[in-house]
C-alpha cells in the first residue's frame, strides 16, 4: 500500500506535466495563439478557448484514470469498508465530471447567448 501511494504521488504529477506531449491530437498547436506584441483582444478570447478545451480533456482523461482505479479498488477488495471507499470514488468522479462539462456548458451558452446567438464557436467572433 505504501509503494502505491509513493508511486501515485511522483507519478501523477510528472505524468500531467508530460500529457500534453503525448496528446497532439487533442490540444491545440500551441494554447497561447499570439507571440510577443501581436497579441490582440480576439487572442485572449482565444486564449479561452485553448484554455477551456485543455482543461476538458485533461479532466476526461484524469476522470478515466480514476474510474479505472476505483474499479481496481472494488474488484479487489471484498471488505466491505474498501468497497464502500471504491463506490464512494466513483460518485466523487461522476459528480466532478457533471460540474465540469456543466460549467463549461453554462460558459458556452451564456457567451452564445451574448454575442447574439450565433451557433459558432465565440473566440470566432473575432475572425
Given at each position: 500500500m505504501r509503494?502505491?501511494?509513493?508511486?501515485?504521488?511522483y507519478l501523477t504529477?510528472?505524468?500531467l506535466a508530460l500529457l500534453p506531449l503525448v496528446s497532439n491530437?487533442?490540444?491545440?498547436?500551441s494554447i497561447v495563439p499570439c507571440k510577443g506584441l501581436?497579441?490582440?483582444?480576439?487572442?485572449?478570447?482565444?486564449l479561452a478557448q485553448n484554455l477551456l478545451?485543455?482543461?476538458?480533456?485533461?479532466?476526461i482523461f484524469i476522470s478515466a484514470l480514476l474510474f479505472a482505479y476505483a474499479g481496481w479498488l472494488y474488484l479487489t477488495n471484498?471488505?466491505?469498508?474498501?468497497q464502500q471507499k471504491a463506490k464512494g470514488m466513483?460518485?466523487?468522479?461522476?459528480?466532478?465530471l457533471v460540474l465540469i462539462l456543466g460549467a463549461w456548458l453554462i460558459v458556452d451558452t451564456l457567451m452564445k447567448v451574448m454575442l447574439g446567438g450565433s451557433y459558432m464557436p465565440w473566440n470566432s467572433v473575432c475572425s
Open positions: 509503494a502505491v501511494r509513493f508511486a501515485l504521488a504529477p510528472v505524468s491530437a487533442a490540444l491545440p498547436d501581436d497579441c490582440t483582444v480576439c487572442s485572449l478570447a482565444t478545451n485543455a482543461g476538458i480533456f485533461m479532466a471484498e471488505a466491505i469498508g474498501q466513483f460518485l466523487n468522479v461522476v459528480v466532478g
